[in-house]
C-alpha cells in the first residue's frame, strides 16, 4: 500500500487542494484511496463533501482514547478520508502534549489493513515552517514511511525564495520531487520561474496549471474530477495521477 506524501512549500501553495484531487484521481482509476489530513488547519474534509461544521477527526479521536478509524469518511466517489479534526485551545494543548506518544501507534495503525482495502494513503502534510518542533517530527515521520514525497510550489518569488533560503526546506527537497501549481503561462514572471525551479530542482514533469474550475470545486465541497470533468485541471490531475503510479512503480521495483 503506497503511500504518498504531500507538502505544500507554504500556506497558499495548494498541498492540500493537490492531495485531495489526486486522491480523487487515483480513485476514478479504480484505486481505493485514503486521503489523510496531517493540518491542523483541518481543511483536507471540504473536498470530500464534508459538513464545514463536523469537528470529528483522528486528532480528537486519539487524544479521547477513541478508534481513529471511525472517524474515516467517504466522498460520493468513494474516496475516503480521514479530517484532521478540528480542536479547541484545550484540545491544542492536549494535542501538542501527547503527540510524541501517540505516534507509534498512529503510524502502525494506519499501516495496518483497512477494510475494504487500501491501494493508496495520500498524506496532505503542513508546510514545515508553520508546524511547531513536536509536531515537526510527526511530519517527520510520515515522510518517511512514504513512497513518494512531492513539494507543491507556486512558481512565484515567495515560493522560491522559501526553497532557496529557508534551512528546513533545504533538506526536504533534496529527496522530494517539485511539482509545479497554479501556473499561469501566459504571464512572463510564472513561466519564467517555473524553467528556473526545472533547473535547480527535481521537479515532476507535468504541471497543474491555474484553472478556475479548482476553487470553484473546492466552494461546492468536492473535487476538479466531480465538478468539472471537462477542465483542464481535470486533465492535469488525471495526468498527475498516472504519473504517481508510475514513478511509485520505478521506485519500488
Same mark, same amino acid.
Given at each position: 500500500? =503506497? *503511500?504518498?506524501? *504531500?507538502?505544500?512549500?507554504?500556506? $497558499? #501553495?495548494?498541498?492540500?487542494?493537490?492531495?485531495?484531487?489526486?486522491?480523487?484521481?487515483?480513485?476514478?482509476? $479504480?484505486?481505493? +484511496?485514503?486521503?489523510?489530513?496531517?493540518?491542523?488547519?483541518? $481543511?483536507?474534509?471540504?473536498? &470530500? $463533501?464534508?459538513?464545514?461544521?463536523?469537528?470529528?477527526?483522528? &486528532?480528537?479521536?486519539? *487524544?479521547?482514547?477513541?478508534?481513529?478509524?471511525?472517524?474515516?469518511?467517504?466522498? /460520493?466517489?468513494? +474516496?475516503?478520508?480521514?479530517?484532521?479534526?478540528?480542536? @479547541?485551545?484545550?484540545?491544542?494543548?492536549?494535542?501538542?502534549?501527547?503527540?510524541?506518544?501517540?505516534?507509534?501507534?498512529?503510524?502502525?495503525?494506519?499501516?495496518?489493513?483497512?477494510? =475494504?482495502?487500501? @491501494?493508496?494513503?495520500?498524506? @496532505?502534510? %503542513?508546510?514545515?515552517?508553520?508546524?511547531?518542533?513536536?509536531?515537526?517530527?510527526? *511530519?517527520?515521520?510520515?515522510?518517511?514511511?512514504?513512497?513518494?514525497?512531492?513539494?507543491?510550489?507556486?512558481?512565484?518569488?515567495?515560493?522560491?525564495?522559501?526553497?532557496?533560503?529557508? %534551512?528546513?526546506?533545504?533538506?526536504?527537497?533534496?529527496?522530494?520531487?517539485?511539482?509545479?501549481? /497554479?501556473?499561469?503561462?501566459?504571464?512572463?514572471?510564472?513561466?519564467?520561474?517555473?524553467?528556473?525551479?526545472?533547473? !535547480?530542482?527535481?521537479?515532476?514533469?507535468?504541471?497543474?496549471? #491555474?484553472?478556475?474550475?479548482?476553487?470553484? &470545486?473546492?466552494?461546492?465541497?468536492?473535487?476538479?474530477?466531480?465538478?468539472?470533468?471537462?477542465?483542464?485541471? +481535470? #486533465?492535469?490531475?488525471?495526468?498527475? /495521477?498516472?504519473?504517481?503510479?508510475?514513478?511509485?512503480? !520505478?521506485?519500488?521495483?
Amino acid at each position: 500500500m =503506497p *503511500i504518498v506524501y *504531500i507538502q505544500g512549500v507554504c500556506g $497558499g #501553495s495548494g498541498g492540500t487542494t493537490v492531495a485531495a484531487n489526486l486522491a480523487a484521481a487515483l480513485q476514478a482509476l $479504480g484505486q481505493n +484511496c485514503l486521503a489523510f489530513d496531517l493540518n491542523h488547519s483541518n $481543511g483536507l474534509r471540504l473536498h &470530500a $463533501g464534508l459538513d464545514p461544521l463536523e469537528r470529528d477527526g483522528w &486528532a480528537r479521536r486519539l *487524544i479521547r482514547n477513541e478508534n481513529w478509524f471511525e472517524a474515516v469518511y467517504e466522498s /460520493a466517489s468513494g +474516496c475516503r478520508v480521514s479530517p484532521f479534526g478540528l480542536l @479547541d485551545i484545550d484540545e491544542s494543548v492536549q494535542f501538542d502534549a501527547q503527540v510524541s506518544s501517540l505516534l507509534p501507534t498512529l503510524l502502525a495503525q494506519l499501516q495496518q489493513p483497512f477494510s =475494504p482495502a487500501l @491501494d493508496w494513503i495520500v498524506v @496532505d502534510a %503542513p508546510a514545515v515552517q508553520t508546524a511547531s518542533p513536536a509536531y515537526q517530527a510527526v *511530519i517527520a515521520a510520515f515522510k518517511a514511511i512514504a513512497q513518494l514525497s512531492i513539494v507543491v510550489v507556486c512558481p512565484e518569488p515567495r515560493s522560491y525564495s522559501l526553497l532557496v533560503t529557508h %534551512p528546513q526546506w533545504a533538506s526536504a527537497v533534496s529527496d522530494a520531487t517539485v511539482l509545479l501549481n /497554479a501556473q499561469h503561462p501566459e504571464r512572463e514572471l510564472s513561466s519564467d520561474l517555473a524553467v528556473v525551479l526545472r533547473q !535547480e530542482f527535481q521537479v515532476a514533469p507535468l504541471t497543474i496549471n #491555474s484553472d478556475s474550475a479548482i476553487p470553484e &470545486a473546492a466552494a461546492h465541497l468536492t473535487n476538479v474530477l466531480d465538478h468539472a470533468p471537462l477542465s483542464q485541471a +481535470c #486533465s492535469d490531475y488525471k495526468a498527475l /495521477a498516472l504519473w504517481v503510479q508510475a514513478s511509485v512503480r !520505478e521506485l519500488t521495483a
